[in-house]
């Protein structure tokens, strides 16, 4: 079995080659901004308006979304952060490792709430991450801004706010940070 | 079939107990959200086997898999087969045969649950067996120091009282030292075990010598129903010599602890008022034993069990 991309946990072994650059840290941020005006614009404001990171890869993009709605309307969003790992469906098939905490301090009922993740892949840590939500209250509606759609989706799930679309084989991986997106494989590491 | 059992502390070693204890953050934070359930374990079942009496135990095991949304099977001796003659290996036999994933055993004699994977696939988790092992104790232990002290690595921990019939202090040990704290045993000599020697700790029967300097005091419950073989002079003596008073507790370090397994003896090994001591962690403990034990079933049945599907394939 190929190497496979599983931002979420920890890689079990391997190095990542990177093959080509998809996006540098400007292109990171321009799309950064339009999402944020997006986001603005779809809910007509700010009121109500929840960010939540998907542990690892999407809460410093939820950070960062947050610092550019408070900057173009002078309002402060609330961020939290989820770890979907005990709500994943292939717990017991590969090993589950939950990465940080989760730290959700306010009651998500009523509230829109807006997921951000880095890549959009299978759709189902999506799945899981809607599972864990209405754990905390029950949304007056749920959106998802990720910063790559790389198809191969498995489930009914689309991206509200998208950086950008990048079609991809199955078994290449997505390097998100805020210097840029890479598109690469994972080797086995050297011995 | 598994190879994944937490039968003793030397099943996990430190890479073990830090994972185990890595996952505790997270149950922590699960169990404070407004539903404190998760459907990590849904579809497992967990076999809880009490052949000795216990409150704790049991009833935070069978939270622990609520908690995870896994079914648990309750056992106890007083309502079941055993009562009839039923041998331990054709008790697990039945469970197993009814298609358990973990079987949590408590047992009066030391040794059942390594005798458990020769009769069932099932994870096996050692909730107590006879003055042995009761590892799930030590990781709470463990997390509460670690939660209240930063870490154990450097601390001095002195253990108190009843050593040679204790299981806890046993698993204790054990995880203190792999964990890098310093481990004194305190208590009458005949309370004492023989080979000490390879246990890596120091021992000493002067309770006060260690108090001023000891970052954790563990009192271990006087085990009250072996009086009888007369191992001290009388509870009166035992209390004076190595229980817990509030003028003891006076002279321990600022930022010190007082535990206890629990149950607790009031007026024997501590003073009637020391478990709501300012210093005293002993609460703190129990509400982490359910925590522990979220991360121990799913360190087996979850984090740890891999078993790979031919073209699996998953973000």
């Known amino acids: 079995m190929a190497d496979l991309e599983r931002p979420n946990t920890p890689l079990d072994g391997g190095v990542f080659h990177a093959r080509s650059e998809i996006m540098n840290a400007d292109g990171v941020r321009r799309a950064l901004w339009r999402m944020s005006h997006e986001i603005l614009e779809q809910n007509r404001g700010l009121s109500e308006l929840v960010l939540?990171?998907?542990?690892?890869?999407?809460?410093?993009?939820?950070?960062?979304?947050?610092?550019?709605?408070?900057?173009?309307?002078?309002?402060?969003?609330?961020?939290?952060?989820?770890?979907?790992?005990?709500?994943?469906?292939?717990?017991?098939?590969?090993?589950?490792?939950?990465?940080?905490?989760?730290?959700?301090?306010?009651?998500?009922?009523?509230?829109?709430?807006?997921?951000?993740?880095?890549?959009?892949?299978?759709?189902?840590?999506?799945?899981?991450?809607?599972?864990?939500?209405?754990?905390?209250?029950?949304?007056?509606?749920?959106?998802?801004?990720?910063?790559?759609?790389?198809?191969?989706?498995?489930?009914?799930?689309?991206?509200?706010?998208?950086?950008?679309?990048?079609?991809?084989?199955?078994?290449?991986?997505?390097?998100?940070?805020?210097?840029?997106?890479?598109?690469?494989?994972?080797?086995?590491?050297?011995? | 079939m598994t190879e994944n059992h937490i039968r003793g502390i030397d099943d996990l070693g430190k890479s073990g107990i830090e994972e185990i204890l890595a996952l505790s953050d997270h149950f922590h934070e699960v169990s404070t959200r407004r539903i404190p359930k998760v459907p990590a374990l849904r579809g497992k079942t967990i076999a809880l086997l009490f052949y000795e009496d216990s409150t704790r135990t049991r009833l935070s095991f069978e939270t622990a898999s609520k908690r995870l949304s896994a079914d648990s099977l309750n056992f106890s001796i007083g309502s079941s087969s055993v009562k009839k003659g039923e041998s331990l290996r054709d008790t697990i036999e039945t469970i197993s045969a009814m298609g358990v994933d973990a079987i949590v055993v408590r047992h009066g004699s030391a040794g059942v649950p390594w005798m458990l994977p020769r009769w069932t696939d099932a994870a096996v988790i050692n909730a107590g067996d006879g003055s042995h092992e009761h590892p799930t104790q030590a990781l709470l232990d463990c997390y509460t120091i670690r939660k209240n002290l930063g870490e154990l690595n450097g601390k001095r921990i002195a253990i108190v009282g009843d050593i040679k019939h204790s299981r806890v202090a046993r698993s204790n040990v054990k995880a203190f030292l792999a964990l890098g704290a310093s481990v004194t045993l305190v208590g009458p000599k005949t309370l004492m075990p023989f080979n000490t020697d390879d246990w890596g700790v120091e021992t000493t029967d002067q309770f006060d010598s260690v108090i001023g300097d000891s970052d954790v005091l563990y009192m271990l419950r006087m085990q009250l129903e072996r009086q009888q073989k007369s191992f001290v002079p009388s509870l009166r003596?035992?209390?004076?010599?190595?229980?817990?008073?509030?003028?003891?507790?006076?002279?321990?370090?600022?930022?010190?602890?007082?535990?206890?397994?629990?149950?607790?003896?009031?007026?024997?090994?501590?003073?009637?008022?020391?478990?709501?001591?300012?210093?005293?962690?002993?609460?703190?403990?129990?509400?982490?034993?359910?925590?522990?034990?979220?991360?121990?079933?799913?360190?087996?049945?979850?984090?740890?069990?891999?078993?790979?599907?031919?073209?699996?394939?998953?973000?």
């Open chain 1, 52 to 191: 939540v990171g998907l542990e690892v890869g999407g809460v410093h993009l939820a950070q960062k979304l947050a610092e550019n709605l408070l900057e173009i309307e002078k309002q402060k969003v609330p961020v939290g952060t989820l770890d979907v790992a005990f709500y994943r469906d292939d717990i017991g098939i590969r090993q589950v490792t939950p990465s940080n905490p989760t730290d959700m301090p306010f009651d998500l009922t009523s509230r829109i709430v807006v997921l951000v993740d880095d890549v959009l892949f299978t759709g189902r840590t999506i799945r899981a991450a809607m599972d864990a939500i209405v754990d905390f209250g029950r949304p007056a509606a749920v959106q998802l801004a990720v910063m790559i759609d790389r198809g191969h989706r498995e489930l009914p799930i689309r991206p509200d706010y998208v950086g950008k679309n990048v079609p991809t084989r199955r078994d290449e991986l997505v390097d998100v940070t805020e210097n840029g997106v890479l598109l690469g494989v994972m080797k086995d590491a050297k011995p």
């Open chain 2, 237 to 315: 003596e035992y209390a004076k010599e190595y229980g817990l008073s509030d003028s003891r507790a006076q002279s321990m370090k600022p930022e010190s602890l007082i535990m206890h397994p629990g149950p607790m003896n009031r007026g024997v090994e501590v003073s009637s008022n020391i478990k709501e001591h300012p210093k005293s962690v002993v609460n703190n403990q129990v509400a982490n034993g359910v925590i522990i034990r979220m991360s121990a079933l799913y360190y087996l049945l979850g984090a740890g069990s891999i078993t790979k599907l031919e073209g699996f394939n998953d973000e």
